[in-house]
């Protein structure tokens, strides 16, 4: 069973910059894709970022040029650096990989811009 834990949240001011995490249990990130969505209360989640098993990345136009996702194979890590950060950026930050089995979830870290 793969266990996917998102780290790094908090509360920051507009303009500032945050580091999440998201720490996989075996090594499923060195064969699928893995992909950040973000929810707000009473809405979908979106999806935010893409990086693919060869290093390819995609974002949302809402987030593309401040946010920047990376991947460390030996940790078994996936990072969302977000700079430049909105107000509208608040949400619950989510990491999601799937495999041939199954679709697996972190459960949410949350992150709050406000002055």
């Known amino acids: 069973q793969v266990q996917l834990v998102e780290s790094g949240g908090g509360l920051v001011q507009p303009g500032g910059s945050l580091r999440l995490s998201c720490a996989a249990s075996?090594?499923?990130?060195?064969?699928?894709?893995i992909e950040w969505y973000r929810q707000v209360p009473g809405k979908e989640r979106d999806w935010v970022a893409t990086i693919t098993r060869a290093g390819s990345t995609d974002y949302s136009p809402s987030v593309k040029g401040r946010f920047t996702i990376s991947r460390d194979g030996a940790k078994n890590t996936v990072y969302l650096q977000m700079n430049s950060l909105k107000p509208e950026d608040t949400a619950v930050y989510y990491c999601?990989?799937?495999?041939?089995?199954?679709?697996?979830w972190g459960q949410g870290t949350q992150v709050t811009v406000s002055s």
């Open positions: 075996g090594t499923i990130f060195n064969y699928y894709p």
């Open positions: 999601k990989t799937s495999d041939r089995q199954a679709i697996y």
